[in-house]
């Protein structure tokens, strides 16, 4: 059974920094592994991703140049740090993981059973 634990949530004002981590069990380190995001209201969608290399990302426009995804594999663990953060980056941050067939930006991805998702963690931007 892989199990995907999150943690670093928390509140911060604008401008401010955070660090999620995300400790995955169950399973030899995942092909990606990610971060998806759902803001109040809306779809819960992609906003970064890491490869098992550790050497290829891919952000969303939303988060590029302020958010940095890495990952540890000797501790099966991946990193989200995110700075110069503003209230648009208010929502439930989930971790996920998932094959290299596993979709991440497009749209629906966040609703796709071909990952496997963590249990969210809350962040909070206030102006």
């Known amino acids: 059974q892989v199990q995907l634990v999150e943690s670093g949530g928390g509140s911060v004002q604008t401008g401010g920094s955070l660090t999620l981590s995300c400790a995955a069990s169950g399973v030899s380190m995942p092909h990606s592994m990610g971060w998806f995001r759902q803001a109040p209201g809306k779809e819960r969608e992609g906003i970064a991703r890491i490869f098992r290399t550790g050497d290829d990302t891919l952000y969303d426009d939303s988060v590029k140049g302020r958010f940095t995804i890495s990952r540890d594999n000797a501790k099966n663990t991946v990193y989200l740090q995110m700075n110069s953060l503003k209230p648009s980056d208010t929502g439930v941050y989930y971790c996920?993981?998932?094959?290299?067939?596993?979709?991440?930006?497009?749209?629906?991805?966040?609703?796709?059973?071909?990952?496997?998702w963590g249990q969210g963690t809350q962040v909070t931007v206030s102006s």
């Open positions: 996920a993981a998932g094959d290299y067939t596993a979709t991440w930006f497009t749209k629906g991805s966040g609703s796709k059973s071909d990952k496997y």
